[in-house]
């Protein structure tokens, strides 16, 4: 029996890296996963195939978790594919490298939009649809929100509000038994970073590293997330863990 038996589970931004991987890792433990994606419907559905081809239970939905309808339907949608949502994975956001000159009023919104708004949106429909049981929330940080590198400065903010928000949410509805931690992965292979690994700047943050000086898998980052959606952290709420290979 897998440790998210009887689980529902919302991850946004799921269609592909860190995301993807933790969808298939909550599947593989038992969960019903729901795969949120908002423009990347063909990641989402290989996703999605990739579970059901394993054995486990998931269906793709489109919502941009800024806007406050669509995290409804995104909710609605899961509760009629699999019944009550229990986990939410806030995993959707907006990175990149610029610099802080560079970083004009839209992209300064768009940072803050998808990294806070978002999961404010998806933590406040949560509130309206986990069961009087409780749930799980685990929100995606970053290293960078305490450790933050050049060319980072507005995203890594966006992600030190996620912080703050977790560890105020833990407090507040716990006694609703509601737990809310925050996983903080370090440098990670996915889509937004895949330019920068063989650069001169990837390579420098790379031997940085010290587990193997190298940039970790979306795949190294899910575990820590299974973990504190399962009944396994019934005890821990209010914790930042970081998934990094050593960078603090």
């Known amino acids: 029996m897998g440790r998210l038996e009887n689980k529902v589970a919302i991850?946004?931004?799921?269609a592909k890296g860190i995301g993807s991987?933790?969808?298939?890792?909550?599947?593989?433990e038992g969960a019903a996963?729901?795969?949120?994606?908002?423009?990347?419907?063909?990641?989402a559905a290989?996703?999605?195939?990739?579970?059901?081809?394993?054995?486990?239970?998931?269906?793709?939905?489109?919502?941009?978790?800024?806007?406050?309808?669509?995290?409804e339907r995104l909710f609605t949608a899961a509760?009629?594919?699999?019944?009550?949502?229990?986990?939410?994975?806030?995993?959707?956001?907006?990175?990149?490298?610029?610099?802080?000159e560079a970083t004009d009023e839209a992209a300064f919104r768009s940072f803050f939009d998808n990294n806070v708004l978002g999961v404010y949106q998806t933590t406040q429909a949560a509130l309206r649809h986990f069961p009087?049981?409780?749930?799980?929330?685990?929100?995606?940080?970053?290293?960078?929100?305490?450790?933050?590198?050049?060319?980072?400065s507005v995203y890594s903010a966006s992600k030190a509000a996620i912080d703050t928000l977790s560890l105020a949410l833990a407090k507040e509805l716990g006694p609703r038994n509601i737990r809310v931690n925050v996983v903080a992965p370090g440098y990670t292979v996915t889509d937004?970073?895949?330019?920068?690994?063989?650069?001169?700047?990837?390579?420098?943050l790379a031997a940085g590293v010290p587990l193997g000086g190298r940039f970790g898998q979306p795949e190294e980052i899910a575990p820590a997330v299974v973990f504190l959606a399962s009944d396994?952290?019934?005890?821990?709420?209010?914790?930042?863990i970081r998934a990094s290979g050593g960078v603090h």
């Open 11 to 14: 991850v946004t931004g799921a």
């Open 21 to 28: 991987a933790i969808a298939k890792a909550m599947a593989a």
């Open 33 to 43: 996963v729901v795969v949120n994606y908002a423009t990347s419907a063909e990641a």
């Open 46 to 71: 290989r996703t999605v195939e990739a579970i059901q081809q394993a054995g486990g239970r998931a269906v793709a939905v489109q919502a941009d978790v800024k806007l406050a309808g669509d995290v």
């Open 79 to 100: 509760e009629t594919a699999f019944g009550p949502v229990n986990v939410l994975v806030n995993n959707a956001a907006t990175g990149g490298f610029m610099t802080f």
């Open 132 to 152: 009087k049981a409780g749930g799980a929330i685990v929100n995606i940080g970053t290293i960078s929100s305490t450790n933050p590198v050049p060319m980072t």
């Open 192 to 204: 937004i970073t895949r330019d920068a690994v063989d650069s001169d700047f990837g390579k420098m």
């Open 232 to 240: 396994d952290a019934a005890w821990v709420t209010g914790e930042r």
